[in-house]
């Protein structure tokens, strides 16, 4: 009996300390359990931080990709709007030859309105000789034979060099009149290649904001990059282990 009382006493003793150490440990369980917790969720802070600069490094990768093809576009309408600038000036200077050339033509008219003019009154002056006769333009006398032919002979000169004059002024306004059209059909079509320029000058200025852009998003990936690396690192290292705790 004294042996069974002594080992049912051991016993007891046995469960005691147990017990005493089971609650010493159930604290101990307890925190380590948060500590996990704790060290889970910096973990996966860390994974998601991680994530979301890779979405966004992707995102951004899109318009970075298009940069060279964009810069290439710009190129050509750079390019282009250049070439029209050139076509202005070609315009301008179409426009300066055009004026000119009308105000030549203008007056060669005029003066063959007044060779005109000069050539019917030597026309009547000289039907008046020629039928009338005539008397001198300084004493008043009558003009004799020989005077009156030498008078008639020299009006007649005088008439055919207007003549002449007035047949090459009309042929000299036909060229001129010939090269006013040819003038305005470059200025047309001068013209008709200019009306893109608006429709140029805003593809530049979409293209060009597209392209500030672009480089942003370049700097911008690089720096996402860089924060994914870090982050890499930090995950491989257990880093977020000494944030948990």
């Not at 998601?48 to 309408?77: D, G, N, W």
Request: glycine letters at 6%; hydrophobic letters at 40%.
């Amino acid at each position: 009996i004294e042996a069974g009382y002594a080992q049912w006493r051991a016993a007891r003793s046995a469960e005691a300390a147990a017990n005493e150490r089971l609650a010493h440990l159930m604290p101990l369980r307890e925190e380590k359990t948060q500590l996990e917790r704790a060290i889970d969720g910096a973990r996966q802070e860390l994974l998601a931080q991680q994530r979301v600069a890779a979405e966004a490094a992707q995102a951004q990768r899109a318009k970075v990709e298009q940069l060279p093809s964009r810069e290439a576009e710009a190129a050509r309408i750079r390019e282009r709007l250049e070439a029209l600038e050139h076509q202005e000036v070609e315009r301008q200077d179409a426009l300066e030859l055009l004026q000119s050339t009308r105000t030549e033509a203008e007056l060669l008219r005029s003066a063959n309105e007044r060779i005109e003019a000069d050539g019917q009154a030597l026309k009547e002056k000289l039907h008046l000789l020629q039928n009338d006769g005539a008397s001198c333009p300084v004493c008043g006398s009558e003009l004799g034979e020989d005077g009156l032919e030498q008078l008639i002979d020299k009006l007649a000169a005088e008439r055919a060099q207007l003549r002449e004059q007035y047949a090459q002024d009309v042929a000299e306004i036909k060229e001129l009149e010939a090269r006013i059209r040819a003038t305005q059909g470059t200025i047309a079509d001068l013209e008709r290649g200019l009306k893109e320029r608006g429709t140029l000058q805003r593809q530049e200025g979409q293209v060009h904001r597209f392209l500030t852009e672009a480089y942003e998003a370049y700097q911008e990936v690089a720096r996402l990059e860089s924060s994914q690396r870090a982050l890499s690192t930090r995950l491989g290292a257990g880093d977020y282990a000494f944030e948990g705790q």
